[in-house]
């Protein structure tokens, strides 16, 4: 569970807490006027350009070995030069993808070394920052194997933040990190169930709420899955029996299975679309076989679950929604949550090419934050673009720029750009914007890899 917007004044409010682990967040309910509508492409429309390229060309790979730390794979030169948006092929179920496109040498023209220093110098400010408002990863006082997220603006510690924080390791070769975060999980979130309390004190190993969030839990299991099969199992941590034990709470206490969509907590009938993740789904049905048809499932719904919720004029996704996709009232907005769906649905698109709706979605999306001022638009909004709220936050920033691997490169330049020349957040809010930010620069920089 995210940090929700409140409903604040222009000028931009913070990211507020959200009210608990089992019951509905805090945040903005209304649906305000018609707003702006997005210029352009409507959802059914491809992305804009004069053509399509093909994404199944591997000679656009990176540049290094995937052991090497974490850079060295900046390669990526071809497509997007133009001619339109550059087309992901499906991908054969449990393989390899071609390539991991790198959208900053390919699109910005940027170096490859000057990639490995941006992620580099990210990774080293957020987890190792020297100054006092830098990190948001530190190292339990009491015991120093262990290390925690913290969610500094509400001065706590979330599942949601532990997990993206262990992802963010084993992708960048974090390996002492992922340990120590995963040693904190374990110990002092991880349930008997197999899910995690979403809420814990800081520098403790108390929790303030022992109810799950599902996104928290998800990310638990891909980052393990992940781990396991970077590192291997020979280690003090068994990643991979660990892997298959999250993935089977998930199963049990997080999902509904008719239709196979995550909720949004153990005693809803609801979902939240920033939750749903296509791309760890179709990786968990390779590897959790005791619940291979539920994650196959689930990843076919997804595809089908987004079209629905996302709004065709604005393309943005609302923060709640029934399984069938259809609107949940009491969360029918965009808000903070719904910030990571560029990031769930482009994912999927890029390094599965599952599906052909996401070009559009993309540029009905891109239209509307074109039309809002890519400077200047807000973090809160009703689903027909009326702003709630004025906080332009860097991860948001990040997300969006993820809309680039449906647009052609001349429509995705702008928000390549924002997002490389967006500073590592700092300050009070930067948890929740910098865990975005960062994620999304995974993808966008070529360094995500499912590790085949």
Known sequence: MSSVLACGSSGGSPPASNTGGTGAMAGDTS???????????GMTNGASGAGATSGADPAGGRGGSPAGGMGGRAGGTNGGSGSGAVVPSPRTACMAPARYRNLFTEVLGQSASDVEAKMTGLAEQLFHGSAQDQPIYFELSSNPSQAYIEDIANDDVRSEGQSYGMFIAVELNMQTEFDKLWNYAKACMQQSSGVFAWQMNVDSCSPISTGQAPD????????????????????????????????????????????????????????????????????????????????N????????FFPKVIDTT?????????YDGSAYSAGNTFN?????????????????????????????????????????????????????DRYHGAGLTGVNAMLAFGLSAADGTPFLQAAWDQATPTGQYRYYDGMLYMLSMLYLSGTFDLFY
């Open 216 to 295: 928290g839990d998800e990310y638990f299991a891909e980052a393990l899955m992940l781990a396991h099969k970077r590192w291997g199992d020979g280690g003090a941590i068994d990643y991979g029996a660990e892997a298959l034990k999250a993935m089977a709470a998930v199963a049990k206490q997080d999902f509904n299975s008719n239709p196979a969509v995550v909720k949004f907590s153990a005693g809803s009938r609801f979902s939240d679309p920033s939750y749903v993740l296509p791309l760890f789904y179709a990786e968990w049905a390779c590897f959790d076989s005791a619940n291979a048809t539920l994650w």
């Open 314 to 322: 604005t393309g943005l996704a609302p923060y709640q929604a029934n």
């Open 297 to 304: 499932d689930a990843a076919a719904y997804a595809r089908t």
């Open 336 to 388: 903070a949550d719904s910030w990571r769906v560029p990031l769930n649905v482009m994912s999927d698109y890029v390094v599965n090419g599952a599906g052909t709706w996401q070009a559009g979605y993309a540029a009905t999306n891109a239209a509307f934050w074109t039309s809002q001022g890519l400077d200047t638009y807000g973090g809160m909004y009703s689903l027909s673009g009326t702003s709630t």
């Open 31 to 41: 649906n305000g006027g018609a707003g702006a509508s997005a210029a352009g492409a």
